[in-house]
């Protein structure tokens, strides 16, 4: 998804997490919360949802059997060291889902984060966005997707806690995900685009 930097959605006022949780819950659109702001998100161009609707379906394939499931845009994550609330293009999950007050809705342990970058948020995303991801404690793999170009940056923390990035930009390459043991075709990622052909 992307959000509309730096549009803020209900005016200058600062809000409550509480305030943001019940807006959110009659809300008919996204949006983002952070450090009291309320930021509006909007749709994608089917490049975007192509890249999102091919990943999703690849990890569902890849991770069944296994002990971690993949979610699309509609999980909502929570960061609690830093308050962010955010909608990720995907999430993984391993082990029993945890979230802020058992409530369901707002999830607190990711090990993979996808997102799929637009021009709008291409900055956010690989920068002040990625520094408020590593404040989650579970996550151990970051991967951008470039949705018009082959081009793949997988950001995974190592034993020293290091974030250390490695590029796939071959079609005939496969993205290598070893926080949940699976592998993806980059050409199944880019499935349904003249950028496989």
């Known amino acids: 998804m992307e959000v509309n930097e730096p549009a ?43 890249r999102a609707r091919n990943l999703l379906v690849s990890l569902t394939l890849k991770l069944r059997g296994k002990p971690c499931q993949p979610f699309g845009s509609d999980l909502r994550i929570h960061i609690e060291k830093n308050t962010l609330f955010t909608y990720p293009d995907i999430s993984v999950i391993c082990g029993e889902p945890m979230s802020l007050n058992n409530d369901g809705l707002n999830f607190l342990n990711p090990i993979i984060i996808f997102e799929v970058l637009s021009p709008s948020t291409r900055k956010y995303d690989r920068e002040e966005k990625f520094k408020l991801y590593q404040d989650i404690p579970t996550l151990e793999e970051y991967i951008l997707v470039e949705p018009e170009a082959i081009l793949i940056e997988a950001w995974q923390i190592n034993s020293q806690g290091i974030w250390e990035i490695k590029e796939y930009n071959d079609i005939n390459e496969t993205l290598e995900l070893p926080s949940v043991a699976v592998s993806l075709e980059l050409k199944d990622i880019y499935e349904g685009t003249q950028l496989t052909s």
């Open 8 to 50: 803020v959605a209900y005016g200058k006022r600062k809000y409550s997490i509480e305030e943001y949780l019940e807006l959110e819950n009659v809300a008919t659109e996204k949006h983002e919360y952070y450090q009291g702001e309320i930021f509006a998100m909007s749709g994608a161009k089917m490049a975007h949802n192509l």
